[in-house]
C-alpha cells in the first residue's frame, strides 16, 4: 500500500510525463510542417515513450493500492526558432523530469518506501540515458552550426537513445 505522500507525488509524475508527451508532440508537428521529416520522426518517438512513462506510473500507482487520476495537461509551445531550439528545450525539459524523478526518489526514502524506491531506480537509470542522448545532437548541431541540416534531419532518429561515448 502506498503511503499518501509517496502517492501524491507518483501522481504529479504523472502529469509531468503526460506534458512531455505533448511537448514532444508540439515540437513533431513544428518539425514536421517546417520539412525536417527526420527530426519530427525523432520527436513523435519521443513522445511515444513519454506516454509509456506515463502508463508505467499509472500502473505502479494502481497496483499499489493508489488511484492513478488523469490530469488535466497545460498546452505545450506550438512554435520554435528552429532545430537547435528544439532540442535545447528538450534538453532543458528532460533536466526537469530529472530533478522531479529525484523528488520522487528523496520522498521515498524518507517514507521508508523501498519497494516504490527499487522500482523509481528503471527512471534515474532512463533520464541519465535521456539527458546524455539529447546532449549528443546537440554537440553535433553546434558541429554543423545551422549548415547541412538535411543530413542531419536524415540521420537524426538513428540518434534515438545513442548515448555519446558508449559502444550501442
Known sequence: ML???????????????????????????????????????????QAEEEKMHLL??????????????????????AEFKNVQDIFEQTLEHERFVTESINEIVGV???EKDFTT???????????IEEEASVSGIIDKLKLLDGHNLYMFDRDVVGMRGAIPGSQQ
Not at 508537428?29 to 525523432?42: D, F, H, I, R, Y
Not at 499509472?58 to 505545450?76: C, D, L, S
Open 3 to 45: 503511503k499518501k505522500t509517496v502517492e501524491e507525488i507518483l501522481v504529479r509524475q504523472i502529469e509531468r510525463e503526460a506534458y512531455s508527451s505533448n511537448l514532444y508532440l508540439s515540437m513533431a508537428s513544428w518539425a514536421e510542417t517546417n520539412g525536417l521529416g527526420g527530426v519530427s520522426e525523432w520527436m513523435y518517438s
Open 56 to 77: 508505467k506510473f499509472m500502473k505502479y500507482v494502481n497496483e499499489r493500492g493508489g488511484k492513478a487520476v488523469i490530469p488535466a495537461v497545460a498546452q505545450p509551445p
Open 108 to 110: 521515498c526514502l524518507e
Open 117 to 127: 524506491h527499487n522500482w523509481i531506480q528503471w527512471f534515474v537509470t532512463e533520464q
